[in-house]
C-alpha cells in the first residue's frame, strides 16, 4: 500500500519560507501524479500544486503561482513544495497526495493521502 508522510510545517512570519516534504512508501511512480492541497478551518479542500511524475510537468494554483514551486526527486520517491513569501491567507493544514494514473486537480480523484502538516503563517 502506498503511504505519504509529509512534513516541513510550522510557525512562521508573513515574508518567510517553509519546504514541505512528502516521502512516499510502497511504489515507484510512473504514469502518476503527485498533488499538494490544503485545507483552511471552514473551507474546503483546496488544490495548490500538482506534479506529473514522469514528465516532470507541473501545475499550479493562481493563488501560489510564481510564489511556491513543487519538485521532486525520484530517487527517494519524495516530492517538495517549496513555499516562499508566505501569507496569512497560506495559513492551513496541507496534504500530499497520490493519484495514479493522469493528472486532476480533482481532490475526490487521488488514491492516497498523507496525514497532513500545518502551515500557520502569523502577521
Known amino acids: 500500500q502506498v503511504q505519504l508522510i509529509e512534513s516541513g510545517g510550522g510557525l512562521v512570519q508573513v515574508g518567510d519560507s517553509l519546504r514541505l516534504s512528502c516521502a512516499a512508501s510502497?511504489?515507484?511512480?510512473?504514469?502518476?501524479?503527485l498533488g499538494w492541497f490544503r485545507q483552511a478551518p471552514g473551507k474546503e479542500r483546496e488544490f495548490v500544486s500538482a506534479i506529473m511524475w514522469r514528465a516532470s510537468i507541473r501545475d499550479y494554483a493562481n493563488s501560489v503561482k510564481g510564489r511556491f514551486t513543487i519538485s521532486r526527486d525520484n530517487a527517494k520517491n519524495t516530492v517538495y513544495l517549496q513555499m516562499n513569501s508566505l501569507k496569512p491567507e497560506d495559513t492551513a493544514v496541507y496534504y500530499c497526495?497520490?493519484?495514479?494514473?493522469?493528472?486532476?486537480?480533482?481532490?475526490?480523484?487521488?488514491?492516497?493521502w498523507g496525514q497532513g502538516t500545518q502551515v500557520t503563517v502569523s502577521s
Open positions: 497526495a497520490a493519484k495514479l494514473g493522469y493528472y486532476s486537480r480533482s481532490p475526490s480523484q487521488y488514491d492516497y
Open positions: 510502497g511504489r515507484t511512480f510512473s504514469d502518476d501524479t
